[in-house]
């Protein structure tokens, strides 16, 4: 059953926010909002599944020496589809996260794992990294946006969990905000870890 | 040598191959996309300024591009619709403002932003919209200007960029309309 254990890995063992630590510029930057980070996540799983996929197809014809330009020009072009897609058929959500899609191409969790998993592994298993890793990735974004939000503007999906009285906490949605957050996350998961 | 050639000429294909699936997909997307920008802006005009038809007119110089709304019903001017771009603290803010013949503010909607989630990103409130209302030229300031427009709690900047692009636009306008005999 390695298929489900390495699929599994990327959601606890190996997260990759919170144990590998990539992927950080995107994490900070769009952990605003639970529908910012649930779109971001979803985003870069779809584009973390295709290119694995089709970097575990095509590592035989990859000459070595030039396999990161090689992963790099099958990453860009999932994106760009990604980026023209959303922009026509999901426009509210393209508009809010806009300057982010095109990061995606440089977010080291999906060249990272072309690189250490889908380059040396084959195309099922591959897919099954890719999902594991990707659902880590969005449910670390949701779990610190959720915390960022809900102090930060008092909501959770836009839909109010604390009183209108409650003064928003504004640091926690500006940038320090996620630096902080994500610190305390990350000693939270060590002491959990440490215990074992 | 040889083998270097044989690399670059490996990376080729591979580029042709992606540059091939993306004029594929742009040409599938871009006409949906351009088709949903224009509608989002005919509806964005119906609801500034109702029952109206919509001319597009510009300047003398051309620079500068705008809408009259002449009324369904009665046939007269009901004012005019166009788009003000200021920068704001992290985008450039897009809003499309409706004024009436006497360049009041009839209403105002922003379409196109990327400024902070939760402090910025409140100039899309229906709230915020409606403090522009009935206001003219002068009173289009941010209250630490001396105008009427209270500025969004930590985004004055946002808010001052609004308030100005808006102010400046209906100047134009105004210089515009003056300039064409079309008033």
Known sequence: MRFFSELAKGIVKDNPIFVLVLGMCPTLAVSTSVKNGLGMGMAATFVLICSNIIISLIKGVTPPKIRIPVYIVVIAAFVTIIDMAMAAYAAELHKSLGLFIPLIVVNCIILGRAEAFASKNNALNSLADAVGMGAGFTLALVVVATIREILGNGTWLDIRVLPQAYDPMLIAILAPGAFITLGFLMALINIIKGRK | MMYYAKLGFILLIFCAVAAGILA????????????????????????????????????????????????????????????????????????????????????????DQAETPGLGAKCQDQAYFDMYAGLSETDLFVDKDGGKIKSITGATITTRAVTNSIREQIAILKKALIAGGDK
């Open chain 2, 24 to 111: 594929y997909v742009n040409g599938l997307t871009a006409p949906v996309i351009s088709q949903r920008k224009e509608l989002e802006e005919t509806q964005t005009r119906q609801q500034l300024i109702p029952n109206s038809d919509f001319t597009l007119m510009s300047s003398a110089d051309s620079s500068f591009s705008f809408y009259k709304a002449i009324d369904k019903s009665s046939g007269t001017t009901n004012g005019y619709a166009f788009i003000s771009e200021g920068t704001g603290y992290s985008s450039r803010i897009k809003t499309m403002v409706g004024v009436d013949t006497l360049f009041q503010v009839l209403a105002i909607k922003i379409i």
